[in-house]
T-cell receptor, first 111, second 113 residues
Framework: KAGVTQTPRYLIKTRGQQVTLSCSPI?????VSWYQQTPGQGLQFLFE???????NKGNFPGRFSGRQFSNSRSEMNVSTLELGDSALYLC??????????FGSGTQLSVL | GENVEQHPSTLSVQEGDSAVIKCTYS??????FPWYKQELGKRPQLIID?????GEKKDQRIAVTLNKTAKHFSLHITETQPEDSAVYFC????????????FGKGTHLIIQP
């Protein structure tokens, strides 16, 4: 069974731009969660989608948004990028609400 | 919301010795406690998890203990090997809660040859 796939692997953007990250979950998994990982703050929960609906949301500004498609694939969007948004963005899928399997992440650098 | 504290931030042990990483949580409603291992440049991988109706769980050289009264849980690795070197994260969640998994800040485990 293929694992969680995230694209692209690396992204370089400038302040003020927007970015879209993509995540394909493990086949059969309907829950997709997104986390931001930085050296200072560790892993922080962004949001979780299940059956195309946002079910849970972390404490991030509205510039961070996401969506899930009928095939469970998910996208995450960050608008008006700030330097502090530079991080590794990890997607995780689950067949239950808790056992998460992570992708390799998208490393976003904002210049 | 939930807050998870993890200690130590760095742990260096001799190969073959045991390693213990400790976490505390704040929300008494939390009932699921996974541990993830992240090697340099790789994805976090679930290595063991425990639910609040269980006090201890073992999987070969790895064990996790949970003390619900004190709201702390620990990861124990015995007979450490070089491939155990990684960053380990503990996490907590309340099934059905709004916060997803809340992670500790991580422990960098270094196995000295």
């Amino acid at each position: 069974k293929a694992g969680v796939t995230q694209t692209p692997r690396y992204l370089i953007k400038t302040r003020g731009q927007q970015v879209t990250l993509s995540c394909s979950p493990i086949s059969g998994h309907r829950s997709v969660s997104w986390y931001q990982q930085t050296p200072g703050q560790g892993l922080q929960f962004l949001f979780e989608y299940f059956s195309e609906t946002q079910r849970n949301k972390g404490n991030f500004p509205g510039r961070f948004s996401g969506r899930q498609f009928s095939n469970s694939r998910s996208e995450m969007n960050v608008s008006t990028l700030e330097l502090g948004d530079s991080a590794l963005y990890l997607c995780a899928s689950s067949s239950e609400q808790e056992k998460l399997f992570f992708g390799s992440g998208t490393q976003l650098s904002v210049l | 919301g939930e807050n998870v504290e993890q200690h130590p931030s760095t742990l260096s042990v001799q190969e073959g010795d045991s390693a213990v990483i400790k976490c505390t949580y704040s929300d008494s409603a939390s009932n699921y406690f996974p541990w993830y291992k992240q090697e340099l440049g790789k994805r976090p991988q679930l290595i063991i998890d425990i639910r609040s109706n269980v006090g201890e769980k073992k999987d070969q050289r790895i064990a996790v203990t949970l003390n619900k009264t004190a709201k702390h849980f620990s990861l124990h690795i015995t007979e450490t090997q070089p491939e155990d070197s990684a960053v380990y994260f503990c996490a907590a969640s309340n099934r059905g809660g709004a916060d997803g998994l809340t992670f500790g800040k991580g422990t960098h485990l270094i196995i000295q040859p």
